[in-house]
């Protein structure tokens, strides 16, 4: 199951930890449930490269995500996202475990390399493509990494109950 969205828009850790929940509850035992999020960081990180940090409002809205994880955007600019949650790498796997869920792996999906220049081209040239995906791949689940990337993908796992004296039931 993928939970592509209701994380970073649930900005209360009960409403997040419900959701992964109600996955939970709908999945057969063994099922698996990807969630993505947005990481804590992405605010700065990408403001670093666009120079939005030098911007005091901005700056103040970087500042409250890394703290607290609660992205506002009081003037409502049209380049500063909108009301959202940003989780903290460790944060998502443990609210995974919270709703019930085996927490199996917390990934960053696009890792250091969403913020390479001219990626596009990068990943046109075929020798290029396969040495970036590599070094994606070798780094993904590198903990000390996962925050510098834009977004972070929590699987978590329905563990498998008890069979009953007639079998598996197939539906």
Known sequence: MLLLG??????????????LAEACRVLRPGGVVLAAAITRFVSTVGGLFDGKVFNDAFAAIARRDRAKGQHRNPARHPAYFTTAYFHHPRELGEEVEAAGLAHQATLSVEGVGAWLPELDATLDDPARREALLGLLTELEGEPTLWGSGPHLIAVGCKEAGPRNAAGPRHS
């Open 6 to 19: 209701p994380l970073y828009h649930l900005t209360r850790r009960d409403e997040r930890v419900r959701a």
